[in-house]
């Protein structure tokens, strides 16, 4: 058992009306300064369509939000791209004079809930971006059916991904985290391999998302069994292990734990999921989703230096 106890800080994101219906899901986060932190999420409308707004707000003052941008950041897709239904974001990278911000892609399909793919948008100030016109290809043999949520890093004179593929129904998704390289941030080329893979109870593992913590490289993931909505035996949960050079799971998977678990009646009682997990000073500073996949917004934790009060 982990002897790491986060301490849970509640919502601080909350959907905000004027086109944006619910949730807030998938928190994607991009440290300006240390007093300033964008937040890209995927925002729904009415009709249930995700699409990409940002926050910023101030880690040191309990997250207290600065300013919004809650309208989407992608414009519109026509018909037949592959992301007309929907998009959500999931990894952010600041060059030197651009943004690269990585998207899931959803297009409904004949015979199908959905499709889902990696997208890649361009951008000079991080608000303002333009999709590449084609989903970014990782895909190989292995990835049966969809790719999504991917988290991109910086390594060395490259770059490294971590992504989910997986297959089947709404009802039955089964997914797992596979890794690959590239020496140039929009080009992927086939040939990744698995870094973490289902296990025990777990049907499924989504949302990567890679920190540098202590000296220590570590992979945080979502993972739920097959009985995973609401009322569900097996909701999603939060975990992280270690990676090796490779990007590849070296040890065994931790579930993230609570010093004040979540009580009934709270936004995450049944579901946390989505976590994005930031080194901030002598602690660590997570933002994730709870109940319904983010309908009520974003909250935090932080696991290290807290306030007296709690």
Known sequence: MTSELWHRKGLFVTPQGDGWHS????????PLSDRLWRIYFGARDAANRSRVMAVDVDPVCDMAIRQWHNAPLLAASGP?????????????????????????GIQQTPGAAYNTRIGLARGDDGLRFSVLPYPV??????????VSVPF????GDGYRMWYVTGYGSPEDFRYSIRTCA?????????GSVPAVVPHGLYAALTRPWVTDWRGQRRLWFSERGDDFRKGGSHPY??????????????GPATPVAYANP???GDFDDWMQAYAAVMPHGDRLIMVYNGNEFGRDGIGWAVL?????GD
């Open 23 to 30: 949730h807030a899901q998938i928190p994607t986060v991009l």
């Open 80 to 104: 037949g791209r592959f992301y007309c239904d929907g998009n959500a974001p999931s990894s952010i990278l600041q060059e030197t004079d651009r943004y690269l911000l990585y998207f899931t």
């Open 137 to 146: 290809s990782v895909t190989t043999n292995d990835d049966q059916s969809f």
């Open 152 to 155: 991109v890093l910086p390594v």
């Open 182 to 190: 590239s020496d140039d941030p929009h080009i992927w080329a086939s």
């Open 237 to 250: 949960r939060l975990s992280w292990c270690p990676i090796d050079e490779r990007g590849i799971a070296s």
């Open 262 to 264: 979540p009580r009934p």
């Open 304 to 308: 290290g230096k807290v306030s007296a």
